[in-house]
């Protein structure tokens, strides 16, 4: 069956720090992978996917980057934390076609101090 | 660009029905998605709709009209687990691109 990971669950950087998450995918090959971020009681808004080794698709302009390096890893970076970045980060994955259904990881929360 | 909108908060007695609607404004649209997310965890999918008409899984039903861009989400036979946030989505494009709406808060009380 079909897995995914993403780490670390919590972290309090301060700014100005840099910031690495991780996700990974088990049990699949050639997914669409996304990353989004929940601020506390909003909606998701979708920062990155990506449907194949290096190729990302940014949706936001802002203090963040995404990388896919192997098939099944997706990475979420910043050279240098806002306060602004302060949110819920969730990874997620699909098959490759149209049907509405992605499978998010657990989540990480994030604090820039 | 594209919008979702739909209710800020629902409130419901258990065993009662509750409908949640959610109008959209996108291109490239291909479904509407909904999710389910309680407080501290990940989203999690419970329906799509891709054509018109009214889906039902158990004690959920969704229900879409590309035509008035617009669907719901009916929930029958309210449970206290079901207090929850739900979110609609829509699909844009045919690599799955999944856009969310603001979601909807609702407290079922005993």
């Known amino acids: 069956s079909q897995t995914i990971h993403q780490w670390p669950a919590t972290l309090v950087q301060p700014v100005g720090s840099p910031l690495s998450l991780e996700c990974t995918v088990e049990g699949t090959s050639n997914p669409n992978l996304y990353w989004y971020r929940q601020a506390a009681g909003r909606g998701l808004q979708l920062l990155f996917y990506?449907?194949?080794?290096?190729?990302i698709s940014s949706e936001v302009p802002q203090n963040l980057s995404a990388s896919r390096p192997q098939d099944r890893q997706f990475i979420l970076s910043s050279k240098k934390l806002l306060l602004s970045d302060s949110g819920f980060y969730l990874c997620a994955w699909s098959v490759p076609v149209s049907t509405g259904e992605l499978f998010f990881g657990e989540g990480s929360r994030l604090t820039v101090l | 660009g594209q919008s979702l909108e739909q209710p800020s908060e629902v409130t419901a007695v258990e065993g009662a029905i509750v409908q949640i609607n959610c109008t959209y404004q996108?291109?490239?649209?291909?479904?509407l998605s909904w999710y389910q997310q309680h407080d501290g965890g990940a989203p999690t999918f419970l329906s799509y709709?891709?054509?018109?008409g009214l889906e039902e899984t158990g004690r959920f039903s969704s229900f879409l009209s590309r035509s008035d861009s617009y669907g719901y989400l009916l929930l029958q036979e309210l449970q206290m687990k079901d207090s929850a946030s739900y979110f609609c989505a829509v699909t844009q494009g045919g690599f799955q691109k999944l856009v969310f709406g603001t979601g909807t808060r609702l407290l079922v009380s005993p």
């Open positions: 996108t291109s490239g649209f291909y479904g």
């Open positions: 990506s449907v194949g080794i290096g190729q």
């Open positions: 709709n891709a054509l018109d």
